[in-house]
């Protein structure tokens, strides 16, 4: 006897990044105004054109890096895009200072990229990315409920 015809539905296959099929509208992935808070070390935030307002702190911006390597490594660890790194369980606790960029510079139109100050520097935040992984109340609630029924 087998057990086949026993499916468990994912509740959850892909996490936020299965809201990423879709394509954005143009003035949602669009950014108005870019504030990257560096001196302050706060995060970046932008002000969409279709009126949004997104906000991230750097920490969690170097956690979603989206580079290659970033990308592997967090499938490696099986890791979700805006899951930290688990930290390294050394005997001696080590403080690790946040996540900080040195600078930030636009590529092109679409996108900013961050010289980390751990010498990192591969990840290319296109503007479509930050805006699917917005961490307002807002797009964290429709992300969840897009991964249930519609509805
Ligand atoms: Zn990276
Ligand atoms: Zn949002």
Excluded at 13 to 22: F, I, R
Excluded at 67 to 82: L, N
Excluded at 118 to 134: E, F, K, M, N, Q
């Amino acid at each position: 006897m087998s057990h086949e015809g026993i499916r468990i539905a994912p509740k959850d296959p892909e996490g936020p990044t299965s809201k990423a099929e879709h394509t954005l509208p143009r003035i949602s992935v669009t950014p108005q105004k870019v504030r990257v808070l560096i001196t302050e070390g706060k995060g970046m935030e932008i002000d969409w054109v279709d009126g949004h307002r997104s906000a991230w702190s750097f920490a969690w911006l170097r956690d979603a890096c989206p580079c290659a390597t970033c990308v592997e490594e967090r499938k490696a660890e099986g890791r979700k895009i805006d899951q930290p790194k688990p930290k390294p369980t050394a005997v001696l606790p080590m403080y690790t200072p946040p996540a900080k960029p040195a600078s930030a510079h636009s590529v092109g139109r679409y996108a900013i990229q961050f010289n980390w100050q751990d010498g990192h520097s591969g990840g290319i935040y296109s503007w479509d990315y930050l805006r699917r992984v917005c961490q307002c109340r807002e797009c964290i609630f429709a992300a969840e409920e897009t991964t249930g029924a519609p509805n």
